[in-house]
């Protein structure tokens, strides 16, 4: 039939009649039907990589969990299940809805009531899929899929995305880099009564130290060799608007001193000039240093620190919410395949594993890095595997950022790898790469490594 374009069903009932029952109706009605028994046939199929549109699975398989079975399904592939029951009760059927599934029949059933099933599960999945390709679309300014998620700290932080955006608190977001701090910076503003307003972000640590200044407030014309002309600062740029400043604990400590004078006054004067004008901006910073340590190295300011730290928010890195790793690759996969006009619409098993085994040390930025790359050199409807390798610099960022980034994603990734061959021990750590205990330790602290993670010995002395 020309309205289901041959979409395909696999079924799973250990009910040999059922199955044989149900394809056979299926594919009267213009389906392609994988039928199977056994849960280890069906699972098998999925690993040689034959996806279907569709599940319909039984509650009870064998003495399988059908639940259970889902959870193993969506290891696998990203495709709606539908739970078929004879045993229990329908609250059997709600929980399982709960783990996952896209709706339940109750047996026995009447066979035409299936393609009615089927094609309600498929559209309702279509128009989820489209409905995030849309709003990929209309919020690709602000990369809105690093939003997505389903674990609880992602869904904590739009939470307080919402909660924050109506005040005018200064922001101070904290997290690794690739984690989206510039996307929640202007979700934030997004959510704000000055979302009208202009959205200026300003990387600290792309801005040469001489030139911070006239970045910041601008100049009068003269006021310098070559200021041929007048020129408005980012602080009069951001105007009734938000100020992002990421990379802030690059900031130079000179300037630290005139940023707090803007905050604590809420006035400013242009390079050139005596004359204040008025700062009426929403602050957000972000960092994926330490502040701490720059305040106890008199790298960064206390005072300055306490008045952009009145709402800290912290960004969980991938590896904390790796739940969320396929959903944000399906997204991904759709943007860029509808970006491209790729034909690829789905994952593999072993894609699916590979992501599923990576730590992702440049986050949610990588991620869609490296499906953009596998989507690119696909050549059919499935990515049978990712092209992941040590992650590249970002080009789309200045050199001094790219490269800062690109070290904290080595150092990471090397003391990760370090510490788990050691099991925790930091003095066979130090010994391996030939760093001191004591550097060990303070790069430990810097990059939020909890070494019970590494399963220390317990002859390991503190």
């Known amino acids: 039939m020309e309205k289901t374009s041959r979409r395909r069903v696999l079924v799973l009932d250990d009910d040999r009649a059922i199955v044989e029952s149900v394809r056979d109706f299926l594919c009267l009605e213009g389906y392609d039907v994988q039928a199977e028994t056994s849960p280890d046939a069906a699972l098998a199929r999925l690993d040689r990589g034959d996806i279907p549109d569709i599940a319909l699975i039984d509650l009870l398989l064998n003495q399988v969990d059908g639940i259970e079975l889902i959870a193993e399904v969506r290891k696998r592939a990203v495709l709606p299940v539908v739970i078929m029951t004879g ?6 059927a709600v929980r399982a809805m709960k783990n996952g599934a896209a709706d339940f029949l109750l047996k026995p059933f009447e066979p035409d009531i299936l393609p009615m099933l089927i094609d309600k599960t498929l559209r309702s999945d279509d128009l989820e899929r489209e409905n995030a390709r849309l709003r990929a679309e209309i919020d690709d300014r602000f990369q809105a899929g690093q939003l997505l998620g389903q674990d609880p700290k992602i869904v904590r932080l739009r939470q307080m995305i919402g909660e924050v955006g109506p005040s005018m608190a200064p922001v101070l977001l904290t997290g690794e880099t690739g984690t989206g701090k510039e996307v929640v910076a202007r979700a934030i503003h997004g959510a704000s009564p000055r979302a009208e307003m202009p959205f200026v972000a300003v990387n600290c640590g792309a801005i040469p130290e001489e030139l911070f200044e006239t970045e910041f407030f601008g100049h009068e014309k003269g006021a310098f060799t070559g200021a ?3 020129r408005q600062g980012k602080i009069e740029a951001a105007a009734r608007g938000t100020l992002f400043l990421d990379e802030v604990g690059t900031m130079p400590i000179r300037l630290q001193a005139k940023l707090l004078r803007v905050l604590q006054e809420h006035e400013y004067e242009r390079i050139g000039s005596q004359v204040p004008r008025r700062a009426d901006f929403r602050l957000i910073s972000a960092t994926n240093v330490d502040l701490d340590e720059g305040i106890r190295t008199k790298q960064f300011r206390q005072d300055l620190f306490f008045r952009l730290n009145v709402v800290p928010i912290s960004l969980p890195p991938l590896r904390e919410r790796p739940g969320d790793i396929p959903l944000l690759a399906d997204h991904f996969l759709r943007k860029y395949a ?13 894609a699916l594993r590979e992501m599923a085994a990576y730590s992702w040390p440049g986050n949610v930025r990588e991620l869609a890095s490296v499906v953009e790359r596998a989507v690119l050199l696909s050549r059919g409807e499935l990515l049978s595997a990712m092209p992941i390798s040590p992650q590249t610099p970002d080009v789309t960022v200045p050199f001094v950022t790219a490269l800062r980034e690109f070290r904290a994603t080595f150092e990471r990734a090397y003391l990760e790898g370090l510490f788990s061959s050691t099991q925790g021990n930091v003095s066979r750590a130090a010994t391996i790469s030939g760093l001191s205990r004591r550097h060990l330790q303070r790069m430990k602290i810097k990059l939020g490594l909890e070494m019970q993670t590494f399963a220390r010995l317990p002859s390991e002395p503190e």
């Open 228 to 230: 041929a002309q007048a």
């Open 338 to 350: 509808s970006q491209t006009g790729r034909p690829v619409r789905t994952f593999g098993p072993q």
């Open 87 to 92: 045993h229990g009760t329908i609250e059997s």
